[in-house]
């Protein structure tokens, strides 16, 4: 894996998304509720909430129906590398209102956001040099989301943005458990799927994201190689971070071939909702 490569590109597409020790010793996830609010309009209830990994505080958000009945299928979704911002919260809570039960994961701990890029580098980099670090905190947020009453444990799927992408589909590849996931304009490289794998991908991939592009071919490759049951789309004219709506300004902020494109954010979320539902 050309780590960096992977890292400039990241580098890059941090400064759009400002709202975008591989471990294998014992974790635990601790169920805490911190505080509760109730988001009267449309029902959903979001709770803040932290677990463990080894010693070490992970926030996050949960949201949920709080007037459906019934258990109902979980997803965590992963944020981009500038840390787990409202773009990201925004994201679970509307998963909510189609019915699910979201959590909005936290990868660097202590609910951590970078003030810069450079900070941003330093906490995203130790996945892209041992992707298997994705599973391990990945891990902890499936845990924790499967202690909720609310959750049907065994239907779980992830999401991610950009950074958080390249860590949904690799946790997916080692072994994470979920039924699929879904990447938007997310890294493409990591570690190779295996053969016989049963789970379900769905990658959303701007056509004109010169970024991940160079990467796409390898890709295909990799998992055609290993039978993996995935779907790739590319939406025509859309760049990297094409579902953020303040990608365009800080593109032209940063000279960065980079934009929102309004019709790959409605079609890449339309094609999310008939994937997760046909998966579940």
Known sequence: ???????????????????????????????????????????????????QIDGKTYKGYIFYNEDQKGKRPGIVVVHEWWGL????SMRAKELAKLGYIALA??????????????????????????PSLAKTRLDAAINFLKTY????????????????????LNAAKLGSDLKGVVTFHGGLEGVKPPKG??????ICHGGDDQFENPNVAEFKKEMDSAGADYTFKIYPNASHSFSNPQSTAMGEKF???????????????????AFLKKLF
Do not use: R
């Open 1 to 51: 894996m050309n780590v960096k490569l992977i890292i400039t590109c990241l580098f890059i597409s941090a400064m759009f998304s400002i709202s975008c020790n591989n471990s294998s010793s014992k974790n635990s996830t601790e169920p805490a509720v911190d505080s509760t609010k109730n988001i009267s309009a449309v029902n959903i209830k979001e709770d803040s909430i932290h677990y």
């Open 85 to 88: 911002t409202n773009y990201t």
């Open 105 to 130: 994961a936290d990868m660097y701990g202590n609910g951590q956001t970078a003030p810069d890029p450079k900070v941003a580098q330093e906490l995203a980099s130790p996945f892209y040099k041992d």
């Open 149 to 168: 009453p609310q959750t049907d444990t065994s239907e779980i799927a992830a999401i991610g943005y950009c950074f958080g992408g390249f860590v949904v």
């Open 197 to 202: 794998m049963k789970k379900k991908f769905l």
């Open 255 to 273: 000279k960065m071939p980079i934009s929102y494109n309004a019709a790959a954010d409605s079609a890449s979320w339309s094609d999310m909702k």
